[in-house]
């Protein structure tokens, strides 16, 4: 297993203030697992699409419920204070009228009551029973929303806590060349008081010093705020104080083994394809479902009562009544609407599958990129590792020959500058592994194992 070699440092957590050192000591020490297990459990995008899932596991009950029995209660009182009045041929109750003598009669009664309760039942309605099946699957679409919300996280929070390490080594190594260049300073200073330097010498020197103090307050804030970053990728509040206990030794940048037979149901991009797709056919066959017959039973049972006056409404006798019986409706024509509903669903599914065709030709592509790009950037690792080497080397000789005398100051600060070049370049290059790793295992759907 290829580890991370740091020749320049043993600690990469440093305490630059006593307000940093109180604050590292409440800090909570926290892993990259324990980061990444807060963030699953506290990222606000995970909880919102944690509740999406909540939300389609309803909207199948709801839909469920519209198959089972459906009970009604209904009731009421009228004041009829316009009875409706009707004609009536008067002759087929008198023979002794002429036919077509019309006569006014009203059949209702000023005052009428009713109570009743109905029951009704899907016997058989195809919509409904894609639309159940429907509602299952877009339950699974979004379960399949949430992994790819917590693969994103995970990246997120992944490159996020590296950036800290990075920003934190940085810094270390900032303060190890303060340091140095302040006893070189002082030192110089020295050798000039004594008439052995000259005051460019000290000049180049503090100029050199000056410009790494200002980089490394701004290193301390820069440090600050990739921290924010990653307490907010976590969702954490900004304001609690972590310390991070994974280092950058510890990183494997080893290049994984790909599969020869990579399942492209492995990236939760294509899987979610496939839902869609299944959502698509779902909806073609709801649309077939609406030419055939929808059938429903229903029962009826109540009382009425109808009176002259409203005192003898709740007096009189109630009369019971009861219907029991089925409904059927078959459709017959509407326009060619279904017909062009279908169509477009077949549309639909065909571009979904030239959508998974050209899904799994990025996938292969971006799988080769990640894999040259991770290949390239641990090469250059290397050669930077090598440089920082041969850079601390020279200065170290460099600084030796000045001392004594048979070197110019130039030649130190320059050899300074070349040094400290490195050690940003190899952290640079260090970073850019760690992120073209992350983005390889992103890119073969290992990151995260959703499933475990």
Not at 271 to 280: C, D, F, M, P, W
Request: aromatic letters at 10%.
């Amino acid at each position: 297993m290829k580890k991370i070699y740091f020749c320049f440092f043993g600690v990469l957590l440093i305490c630059t203030s006593p307000a940093f050192a109180q604050e590292a000591q409440e800090a909570q020490e926290m892993t990259i697992e324990q980061c990444l297990e807060f963030a699953l459990g506290n990222n606000e995008s995970i909880q919102i699409s944690e509740l999406s899932i909540k939300d389609a596991e309803a909207e199948i009950r709801g839909i469920v419920a519209l198959g089972l029995p459906q009970a009604t209660l209904r009731g009421g009182v009228n004041y009829n204070y316009e009875v409706q009045t009707s004609l009536v041929d008067a002759s087929n109750f008198d023979q002794t009228l002429a036919p077509g003598t019309l006569t006014e009669i009203q059949f209702g009664l000023p005052y009428d009551g009713n109570l009743s309760m109905g029951v009704s039942q899907l016997i058989f309605d195809g919509a409904y029973f894609v639309g159940v099946q429907a509602s299952k699957t877009f339950r699974e679409l979004s379960t399949k929303e949430n992994e790819r919300t917590k693969i994103e996280v995970v990246a997120a929070v992944t490159k996020a806590y590296y950036n800290v390490l990075i920003n934190q080594a940085q810094l270390y190594l900032l303060s190890q060349n303060f340091s140095r260049l302040d006893t070189l300073l002082r030192e110089t200073t020295q050798m000039y008081q004594n008439g052995f330097a000259e005051q460019i010498d000290v000049d180049r020197i503090k100029v050199s010093y000056n410009n790494i103090n200002v980089n490394l307050e701004t290193q301390v804030q820069l440090s600050v705020i990739s921290q924010k970053l990653l307490k907010f990728q976590m969702g954490m509040p900004l304001d609690a104080p972590i310390a991070l206990n994974t280092s950058l030794m510890d990183v494997n940048l080893e290049i994984p083994e790909l599969a020869v037979d990579f399942d492209y149901n492995d990236r939760i991009e294509y899987s979610l394809l496939e839902t869609n797709r299944s959502l698509a056919l779902l909806d073609k066959k709801n649309h077939l479902s609406q030419y055939l017959p929808k059938i429903y039973g229903n029962f009826n049972y109540g009382y009425n009562n109808a009176t002259g006056l409203s005192s003898d409404l709740f007096g009189n006798d109630w009369y019971n009544f009861g219907t029991v019986g089925a409904t059927i409706s078959i459709p017959l024509f509407e326009g060619f609407s279904k017909k062009t509903k279908i169509q477009q669903s077949k549309i639909k599914i065909e571009q979904l599958d030239y959508q998974k065709s050209f899904l799994q030709k990025n996938i292969d592509i971006e799988i080769a990129q990640q894999k040259i790009s991770l290949e390239s950037n641990l090469k250059i690792l290397e050669v930077q590792r090598q440089n920082q080497e041969l850079a601390a080397n020279i200065f170290r000789i460099t600084k030796i020959k000045f001392q004594e005398g048979i070197g110019s100051n130039l030649e130190l600060t320059n050899a300074d500058n070349e040094y400290k070049a490195a050690q940003t370049n190899y952290l640079a290059t260090l970073y850019k592994s760690i992120l073209s790793k992350i983005d390889l295992l992103k890119a073969t759907g290992t990151l995260y194992n959703t499933k475990s």
